[in-house]
């Protein structure tokens, strides 16, 4: 897919400014406009603190209809208050205004550094430019996009598919406090395709699940996770099975952008797909999963280019799920190191280093103790994650 | 404590060797002998994954009486299946004989890669030069036994606290793969006070989940942990509350012992006591710490004195523990950088900047919802980690 541009999503323009925010000057507000308006659906995240955008976009979601939506980077206006929540209408209203719509039809994103309160007027004065710059939702006006939202990313996150008569259109950013439920990340899928809002908040959960909720990078979860999809409905009826193609379509859409944010872990120089299989049960598979994506020595070993299986096991060993010791078996992509719980000896181990050159890799690793099988993805750990961490407010 | 020297122990006789495990040559195999037997008790990994040694140790010692500890470090002897459990009996078949008792007495504990077998002939021709060795349970005997267990430690770790008419004092190692149940760590616990085993287990049991189990480097435990205490019965009779102040001493050896390994956590350069106040329930209150040591932003942060408590925000909101975010307040050492949920500013995180500049860091967190309080220790995350995992087996 990535070969040929991206459709046009029909009935949305989208465009992108910069106000400030952040500190090389480069775009950091994005806005999505869908003057017909849209069917619409959200996730957010489930932390327990969740920053000002979040809490007015989950209470303005739940009419299942919005006209646009207002995303920063540069400053997550959570653990603000009330003077945040101020902040986040102030800013939503600007753009209200501009569009010459609802305000309650404005949903709205942050992300950024935590505690500091959404210097409002500054996105209130780009607002009329962006407003004026809007372009079609096509390859160009979805990048831009794509480009505003990001903060530690190191590239843009587009992904789409086509279905008959429609097509599905997402943009994400992600990088760093990367974890289930939900990762730190934006993401807003668009569409053409005419479907209400139960729908897709069902089609949208379920692909989240799976995709989204599946990448890990550093364990943490954000105060501002939120993925929202809008469908303007200027596609053709989909009728009969056609609903399935459309799931299949967002699943895609969601299953690349979910990898394309594990793949920009911070710092990271891989991609790592925990493949889980043998578990008793589908929450142990999961459990065992995250363990192994979670772990600091695997994921540091997988830096290394170690094939350090013995960190895999005692990962998958302290995770709970049940595993038949004498029948775990353990491979780096196409290189097996352990059978039957033992080592394959250092042969193995050199051809799964090998392995471990390539971007991505696959880490199967079967329990012996049953049928569920889970995926989960995440990256290595790297010096350069610490490098961004220690200094990112500074 | 630490400015005299350790008191002696009656009844045992300590000493360590070199058998070539360690590439360095370092001393790495450490023998503990009580001749006239001890009663003993130990807590071991919940890891489903048990390395040989554990396996026999945790067999052995249901006796609740032993005679000799024999420890390496350079070898974890874990998932080597058959052959490991063979090599680690051989280990101690060959301390017994040279020892001249029955090898069900000896107590085996091993630490460091994991899925080599232990070359059992190599540690069992250093054994008679270990046994002629032996010398008195005193602060040079004992700090010997603890440089003989470092791994990645960078100094050993020896504790102790004198009663009336006994002794007890401690060595460990730590270093990485350090998380609750327990670290992977081996800690050993002297006493000449005379108490039955069964006595021994309620009192390490109950010192370990407040002390050891309150570690958490970084979130991996393994396959190896081995806390044991002998008592040789040699010290004077303990009456009445004589047996609380022998508690007490054996949590404040296990507390040091603790502290050390935290401090010592691979690449740390900070100790960092999580104090979590203020939950709902005790469960969630080290739900919420552990969430916060256990979070690879804030200890990068930490790393890099940047007193980011948007990270702490919503590492205590994720952590699943009920919280008000407008009664919650986080005080990096004794500077208060939040009070009801919201940021006191930048001098406020300047003076706690400068709090972290101290070799140990007290992050006080009160979520603002209940009474129930726990403690977490935990260090920062550094290159340095990084870098020792990355080449660990290398």
């Known amino acids: 897919m990535e070969s040929k541009p991206a459709p046009l999503v029909a009935g949305f323009s989208v465009g992108a400014a910069s106000c400030g925010l952040k500190k090389t000057g480069k775009p950091d507000l994005g806005l999505i406009f869908c003057p017909e308006g849209a069917a619409c659906a959200g996730v957010f995240t489930r932390n327990r603190v969740k920053a000002a955008p979040v809490v007015i976009s989950r209470r303005r979601i739940k009419a299942g209809r919005c006209l646009a939506v207002l995303a920063n980077a540069g400053n997550a206006n959570a653990c603000t208050g009330p003077e945040g929540m101020a902040a986040a209408l102030e800013a939503g209203r600007a753009a209200a205004k501009a569009l010459g719509i ?68 997402g943009v994400a950013k992600g990088a760093g406090m990367i974890a289930p439920d939900m990762a730190t990340m934006l993401a807003f899928v668009l569409t053409d395709a005419p479907i209400d809002a139960m729908t897709l908040q069902g089609l949208l959960t379920q692909a989240a699940e799976t995709t989204f909720n599946r990448v890990t990078v550093d364990g943490d979860s954000s105060t501002n996770d939120t993925l929202l999809i809008l469908a303007s409905g200027k596609g ?36 790592v797909e925990v493949k889980l299989s043998g578990a008793k049960t589908q929450k142990e598979a999961l459990a065992a999963a995250r363990c192994v994506a979670n772990s600091p020595l695997v994921k540091t070993a997988i830096y290394g280019r170690d094939a350090n299986w013995g960190r895999i096991m005692a990962a998958v060993g302290r995770s709970g799920a049940r595993l038949n010791p004498a029948k775990v078996s353990i491979s780096f992509g196409k290189a097996q190191v352990v059978r039957g719980g033992l080592t394959l000896g250092p042969r193995a181990e050199a051809a799964a280093a090998r392995e471990m050159e390539a971007e991505e890799i696959v880490l199967s690793i079967d329990l012996g103790a049953g049928e569920a099988e889970e995926v989960v993805w995440t990256c290595d750990l790297t010096p350069e994650y610490i490098k961004i961490n220690a200094d990112y407010r500074t």
């Open 102 to 169: 609802p305000e309650v039809q404005v949903l709205l994103a942050s992300t950024g550094v935590i505690g500091k309160v959404l210097p409002a007027q500054q996105v209130a004065r780009a607002v009329p430019g962006l407003v004026r710059g809007l372009s079609r939702a096509d390859q160009a006006g979805l990048t831009a996009v794509a480009s505003a939202i990001m903060t530690t990313d190191t590239f843009p996150k587009l992904a789409w598919r086509s279905g008959e008569g429609y097509s599905v259109a």
């Open 236 to 271: 053709k009826a989909l009728k009969g099975r056609a609903l399935t193609g459309f799931a299949e379509a967002l699943f895609g859409v969601c299953y690349d952008l979910a990898r394309m944010i594990a793949r920009d872990g911070e710092g990271a120089t891989r991609l």
